[in-house]
């Protein structure tokens, strides 16, 4: 019997240490073999692993890093403010009535193959996006726009209307065409699943390599049209614990963070050599009503939602301040208007005086005098037109930092005002189910738009009921004003418009812009400098709306290749040699190991 | 004979549980709310156009049923399917994580039940020794302790105090060779410690309760009445018997092992299946899930098969009953 034991128990162990050693061996060919001596590497930690390598399907954060380093834009976000900088185009020119613009391409451009990169990859990519309808970049295209290539490096721009549309500019990135043809006019499916590692782009690094949920790497590419970086390659590694992350910056194992929640500022902030950097917000944090109306739904919102009285007192009973400090550690400002405040330009800054405030005392006496009295004395409302109780169903994104905290001090507040709440938490695939079928009262998501307003605004339009729209509010002069704003060629009268949306949207109240939250990154300040921040010094250092930063990056002292916590290989020999010593001692006295110093 | 149909007919009900699982995986996630290619409408700035678009280049909006038959088919060729995110052949995800899973949790489990055993074994025989009460008490206190928080525990020492280990992943992108070996050890020490200990516990304790049973039949009296010296008492009565218990706890959790350790993989951001299923439930990827699923519910059946077959060959009173 004991042999039999023995027998199994040996073939069971013999199989699988097999295994193991089959494992470390065949997972070992998976990872590149790239020597590193010499090479001037930055090591960034990360919480989102990239979601595709395709330019055609990015998604979030870590797809837009990898694109904005491999390719090059039209023109491209400056550092400053996000206006359009000189890229592939060195300028545009516009002819009297913005119909047509001319732009001058750099010559000599290569793609990181070595092929020629010409004014006929621009007007390739274009028609690719158009044709092909990519959703990412399609509405960078209004009215039909038609491209001329007179020569290689002459690229036109041929609008039916007059169109600022080139000097937004569009966020599309260029791509080769000798690579991309062959699957022009394909399905949207087949475009998206094309694998790109290695890519081939014109930036200045190129994604090399991708371990799903492990890592990427970005090399130089030897092509690049610009100043040569000093960084030779870029590895981010995909961390899901962000304690840990945080630890591996203080160690030494990575040189800088890309995202970080705010509950974990504390950690980062007074620790020596390191820096945190609070970035500028371009999203922001929404509490919208719904006016129902959607196609299709069943469900009939709270109707007290429709009275403006009721709608401003519930703005009025938010502590937004609270919000900022409690869910958010005081990394981000209170919200007021719908175009974020990275867009320093369009973004409408209402004065603290001229905000409706934090005021519960005010917005009790509002709804007093709008009627919605406690005829029962149970602590809600009811509604004088239908006798009900004003009660709501919001439900809150859990995906979104913050939304569910913020949720939990809102339903409190509302309690203050007599309105009862019921906070439903729900990940992003249960909030668009929501979205869609209209069936909440008021949610808590976010927005976050482009550098140029014209989409945020776009998204509160009425006939983006049922599409964009988060609860279908519907309001003639808003859509008046979108569409001023959307046809006015001349900057400044256009800033002026955009300023008045969103005042007139603010008023409207059909949601509330809780806060603007930052997203956080951290750095080493002993291992690199010239960290360019976009937009402006508050801005992301790590690129997001251009590369900036990585054409300027400088190892600080020597060549930094990163410390690395670990036990060095000689201690490994000596404790397997201890182990097998104990395994030959105990099995010459014919005895069981002895747990004793396990 | 006897046993080779016992045999087939274990197999044939493998099979069967096999495909009510595959059923039940296809419709459980499809009935959830939400749509894995309408979730892209925030972020990608998907018009309800693109959804059906894309839902239609996916083969998403054919009825369940049709679904249904494809799934059945690409299975029965061994076709996975692909992400609905990446595009990338989910035998390629699933391929690439699976041995990383295996090495962590794999190790660990046996790790824990030979430890475990042998605690449980000298507990149980020494029973009220010193030696007893304390891997008794330690045992529970493991087998209490959240593993998650054991993991940060581990971390915040071996890590944050000392840098004696890294603090998380599975490998630095650039080494080869011993090198690599080096580093793969030094990323893998600290999750499976914290493996290892997290499930030690469990084995000790049942190893225990089944020596302290055993020794009290009447075969133990027997033999000791024969004059047979302590030491092979113990060797050839009490363990072997009161080793089956314990086996069959260690066949079946083998059979968990491809499940993932998605606390601990967490904690130490290691690329295994537990991580990969938590994200394809959360973007609604499909043939992900489906994947994963797949893979660890044939591992648990046929863990359940072998548990079976050897338990059998390893008690001959099971046999012939």
């Given at each position: 019997m004991r042999s039999r034991i023995r027998n199994v128990l040996t073939a069971t162990l013999g199989l699988l240490f097999a295994a193991t050693i089959a494992t470390a061996a065949s997972a070992q060919t998976a990872t590149p073999a790239v020597s590193s001596d010499g090479d001037v590497v930055l090591r960034v930690g990360v919480i989102a692993d990239l979601d595709t390598d395709n330019v055609f399907a990015v998604s979030a954060g870590s797809d837009y890093t990898v694109a904005?380093?491999?390719?090059?834009?039209?023109?491209?976000?400056?550092?400053?403010?996000?206006?359009?900088?000189?890229?592939?185009?060195?300028?545009?020119?516009?002819?009297?009535?913005?119909?047509?613009?001319?732009?001058?391409?750099?010559?000599?451009?290569?793609?990181?193959?070595?092929?020629p990169l010409t004014s006929e990859d621009i007007a390739f990519t274009y028609r690719f996006v158009i044709d092909n309808k990519i959703p990412q970049y399609k509405s960078y295209f209004p009215s039909d726009p038609t491209f001329e290539t007179p020569n290689p490096t002459t690229f036109i721009w041929k609008a039916k209307e007059p169109t600022f549309a080139p000097s937004m500019p569009p966020w599309v990135y260029i791509v080769p065409e000798h690579i991309w043809a062959p699957y022009d006019g394909k399905d949207l499916k087949t475009i998206r699943d094309v694998s790109q590692t290695p890519g081939v782009g014109s930036g200045p690094f190129i994604l090399s390599s991708w371990t799903p949920?492990?890592?990427?790497?970005?090399?130089?590419?030897?092509?690049?049209?610009?100043?040569?970086?000093?960084?030779?390659?870029?590895?981010?590694?995909?961390?899901?614990?962000?304690?840990?992350?945080?630890?591996?910056?203080?160690?030494?194992?990575?040189?800088?963070?890309?995202?970080?929640?705010?509950?974990?500022?504390?950690?980062?902030?007074?620790?020596?050599?390191?820096?945190?950097?609070?970035?500028?917000?371009?999203?922001?944090?929404?509490?919208?009503?719904?006016?129902?109306?959607?196609?299709?739904?069943?469900?009939?919102?709270?109707?007290?939602?429709?009275?403006?009285?009721?709608?401003?007192?519930?703005?009025?009973?938010?502590?937004?301040?609270?919000?900022?400090?409690?869910?958010?550690?005081?990394?981000?400002?209170?919200?007021?208007?719908?175009?974020?405040?990275?867009?320093?330009?369009?973004h409408l800054d209402i004065p603290a005086d001229k905000e409706f405030g934090y005021n519960p005392t005010t917005a009790n006496q509002m709804l007093d005098d709008a009627g919605y009295l406690d005829t029962n004395n149970d602590g809600i409302r009811e509604d004088p037109n239908t006798g009900q109780p004003l009660e709501m169903r919001i439900p809150a994104s859990t995906d979104t930092t913050g939304a569910e905290e913020a949720g939990e001090l809102i339903v409190g507040y509302l309690k203050q005002i007599g309105i009862?709440?019921?906070?439903?938490?729900?990940?992003?695939?249960?909030?668009?189910?929501?979205?869609?079928?209209?069936?909440?009262?008021?949610?808590?998501?976010?927005?976050?738009?482009?550098?140029?307003?014209?989409?945020?605004?776009?998204?509160?339009?009425?006939?983006?009921?049922?599409?964009?729209?988060?609860?279908?509010?519907?309001?003639?002069?808003?859509?008046?004003?979108?569409?001023?704003?959307?046809?006015?060629?001349?900057?400044?009268?256009?800033?002026?418009?955009?300023?008045?949306?969103?005042?007139?949207?603010?008023?409207?109240?059909?949601?509330?812009?809780?806060?603007?939250?930052?997203?956080?990154?951290?750095?080493?300040?002993?291992?690199?400098?010239?960290?360019?921040?976009?937009?402006?010094?508050?801005?992301?250092?790590?690129?997001?709306?251009?590369?900036?930063?990585?054409?300027?990056?400088?190892?600080?002292?020597?060549t930094s290749s990163g410390g690395s916590s670990g036990i060095p290989g000689w201690v490994w020999l000596v404790a397997a040699l201890v182990i097998v010593g104990i395994v030959v001692v105990v099995m010459r006295r014919g005895r069981k190991i002895e747990p004793d110093e396990a | 004979m006897g046993s080779r149909r016992y045999l087939l007919s274990k197999c044939l009900q493998a099979v069967v549980t096999l495909w009510f699982v595959l059923t039940f995986n296809f419709f459980l996630f499809r009935v959830l709310p939400g749509d894995p290619v309408g979730l892209l409408a925030r972020s990608e700035h998907f018009t309800p156009e693109d959804v059906a678009r894309l839902q239609h280049d996916q083969g998403l909006d054919l009825p369940m049923l049709e679904q249904y038959g494809v799934y059945?088919?690409?299975?029965?060729?061994?076709?996975?399917?692909?992400?609905?995110?990446?595009?990338?052949?989910?035998?390629?995800?699933?391929?690439?994580?699976?041995?990383?899973?295996?090495?962590?949790?794999?190790?660990?489990?046996?790790l824990a039940s030979w430890f475990g055993v042998l605690i449980g074994i000298r507990g149980g025989w020494r029973r009220g020794s010193r030696f007893d009460t304390t891997s008794q008490y330690s045992s529970l206190v493991l087998y209490a302790m959240p593993e998650g928080w054991l993991g940060m525990l581990l971390l915040l020492v071996f890590s944050g105090w000392l840098h004696w280990f890294p603090a998380g992943g599975y490998a630095s992108v650039d080494e080869t060779g011993v090198a690599y070996l080096v580093d793969l050890l030094d990323h893998l020490f600290l999750p499976l410690l914290?493996?290892?200990?997290?499930?030690?516990?469990?084995?000790?304790?049942?190893?225990?309760?089944?020596?302290?049973?055993t020794i009290n039949e009447d075969f133990v009296h027997t033999a000791r009445a024969k004059g047979v010296p302590e030491r092979l008492v113990r060797r050839k009565h009490v363990v072997p018997n009161a080793f089956l218990p314990s086996f069959t706890l260690i066949i079946l959790s083998f059979g968990f092992v491809l499940g993932g350790a998605i606390v601990i993989e967490t904690v130490y951001s290691w690329p295994g299946l537990g991580l990969l299923t938590y994200n394809a439930i959360n973007t609604l990827d499909y043939p992900v899930i489906q994947g994963v699923f797949l893979i660890a519910s044939a591992a648990v059946i046929v863990a359940n098969l072998l548990a079976d077959i050897t338990y059998g060959y390893l008690d001959p009173r099971i046999k012939q009953a």
């Open positions: 904005t380093s491999e390719y090059d834009m039209l023109l491209k976000f400056s550092s400053t403010d996000l206006t359009a900088a000189p890229e592939l185009a060195t300028g545009c020119d516009h002819n009297d009535d913005y119909t047509t613009w001319t732009c001058q391409i750099r010559p000599g451009l290569k793609w990181s193959d070595g092929q949920g492990q890592s990427f790497v970005m090399d130089r590419n030897p092509y690049y049209w610009g100043p040569t970086p000093a960084l030779d390659r870029i590895e981010y590694r995909v961390y899901t614990n962000q304690e840990a992350m945080i630890q591996a910056l203080k160690n030494g194992e990575i040189d800088a963070i890309d995202g970080l929640q705010p509950s974990l500022i504390n950690s980062v902030q007074n620790s020596p050599n390191v820096a945190l950097q609070k970035v500028v917000s371009d999203w922001w944090l929404n509490l919208a009503f719904n006016f129902g109306g959607q196609p299709g739904s069943t469900y009939t919102p709270l109707p007290a939602l429709h009275d403006l009285v009721v709608r401003k007192a519930i703005e009025m009973s938010i502590d937004k301040e609270a919000i900022v400090q409690k869910v958010y550690q005081g990394a981000a400002t209170t919200g007021d208007t719908i175009v974020r405040p990275a867009s320093a330009y369009w009862k709440a019921d906070l439903l938490p729900a990940t992003d695939a249960k909030m668009n189910d929501y979205w869609g079928s209209g069936n909440f009262d008021a949610y808590i998501w976010y927005w976050s738009g482009d550098p140029d307003p014209n989409y945020q605004l776009f998204v509160f339009t009425s006939d983006q009921c049922g599409a964009w729209s988060d609860g279908c509010w519907k309001d003639s002069h808003f859509d008046k004003l979108y569409e001023e704003q959307h046809t006015e060629m001349d900057q400044t009268t256009r800033q002026t418009l955009v300023k008045q949306a969103q005042q007139y949207e603010y008023d409207q109240v059909p949601g509330v812009v809780l806060a603007y939250p930052n997203w956080l990154e951290a750095y080493r300040t002993d291992r690199f400098t010239g960290w360019v921040g976009q937009p402006g010094p508050d801005g992301y250092l790590l690129p997001t709306y251009n590369y900036d930063t990585w054409l300027s990056l400088k190892p600080i002292g020597e | 059945l088919k690409n299975v029965a060729t061994g076709d996975l399917g692909e992400s609905l995110r990446t595009g990338i052949p989910v035998r390629e995800l699933i391929g690439s994580r699976i041995w990383k899973t295996v090495l962590l949790v794999g190790l660990g489990t046996i914290t493996l290892t200990l997290g499930y030690i516990g469990g084995y000790a304790i049942v190893m225990r309760s089944s020596m302290i049973e």
